[in-house]
């Protein structure tokens, strides 16, 4: 059984900085890529960052520049460093986690979500 478990959320004034982590244990072919997702309130989840196992970064452009994405493969974690937040990113961030089973079929997990507030 996979598990995804994010960690790092809280409450921050506008400018500051959060870490998110992210680890993923149990039985897994091969991941692709690990990344964040965040969803407000009354809105839909969107994208925010995803890094490859290849080591490619790729960011939303509401957060370039701000956001860092980092992964340390051997423990299967992946880390968002946020700096200079704004109350538009306050969210639940979500941890996704894109793999392959054998047949190469593509599996994402999800984490649970920690939530992030940013007030002005």
């Known amino acids: 059984q996979v598990q995804v478990v994010e960690s790092g959320g809280g409450s921050v004034q506008a400018g500051g900085s959060l870490r998110l982590s992210c680890t993923a244990s149990?039985?897994?072919?091969?991941?692709?890529?690990m990344g964040w997702y965040r969803q407000a309130p009354g809105e839909q989840r969107e994208w925010v960052a995803t890094?490859?196992?290849?080591?490619?970064?790729n960011y939303a452009d509401s957060v370039k520049g701000r956001f860092t994405i980092s992964i340390d493969g051997a423990k299967r974690t992946v880390y968002l460093q946020m700096n200079r937040l704004k109350p538009e990113d306050t969210a639940a961030y979500y941890c996704?986690?894109?793999?392959?089973?054998?047949?190469?079929?593509?599996?994402?997990?999800w984490g649970q979500g920690t939530q992030v507030t940013v007030s002005s």
């Open positions: 996704n986690v894109e793999s392959r089973d054998s047949d190469w079929q593509r599996l994402d997990y």
């Open positions: 149990g039985t897994i072919f091969s991941i692709n890529a």
């Open positions: 890094m490859t196992g290849g080591g490619s970064a």
